[in-house]
């Protein structure tokens, strides 16, 4: 499983970025795709899951609102569109893929993830 992450970047504080998943996703099956992130001196954290089937999403608490998860599947990439972004998003932002689970949420520990992409928000 390939996962490709890109998008990342600098931006001052409530600017928005979109961060993009080139993913290789099999038509047939369902996912749980994620975005994960972990910032210097802190634990992963997820941030945002989508699950293939019924396109059911989950957030973390504190970017309800501000971050939107999304899936074309025609493209095979996941999204996250980030928006208001705050100093305490800065972290790196990893892609995730986990196979036919019959669990999809926050608390998922993934199967694959990509390598990660920096996000960093200045005031």
């Known amino acids: 499983v390939q996962l490709v992450e890109s998008g990342g970047g600098s931006v001052q504080t409530g600017g928005s970025l979109r961060l993009s998943c080139a993913a290789s996703?099999?038509?047939?099956?369902?996912?749980?795709l994620g975005w994960f992130r972990q910032a210097p001196g802190k634990e992963r954290e997820a941030v945002a899951l989508?699950?293939?089937?019924?396109?059911?999403?989950y957030y973390l608490d504190s970017v309800k609102g501000r971050f939107t998860i999304s899936l074309d599947n025609a493209k095979a990439t996941l999204y996250l569109q980030m928006n208001s972004l705050k100093p305490e998003d800065t972290a790196k932002y990893y892609c995730?893929?986990?196979?036919?689970?019959?669990?999809?949420?926050?608390?998922?520990?993934?199967?694959?993830w990509g390598q990660g992409t920096q996000v960093t928000v200045s005031t």
């Open positions: 996703l099999n038509p047939g099956d369902t996912y749980c």
């Open positions: 989508i699950y293939s089937e019924d396109r059911r999403s």
């Open positions: 995730t893929s986990s196979k036919d689970q019959t669990y999809c949420g926050l608390s998922l520990s993934p199967t694959y």
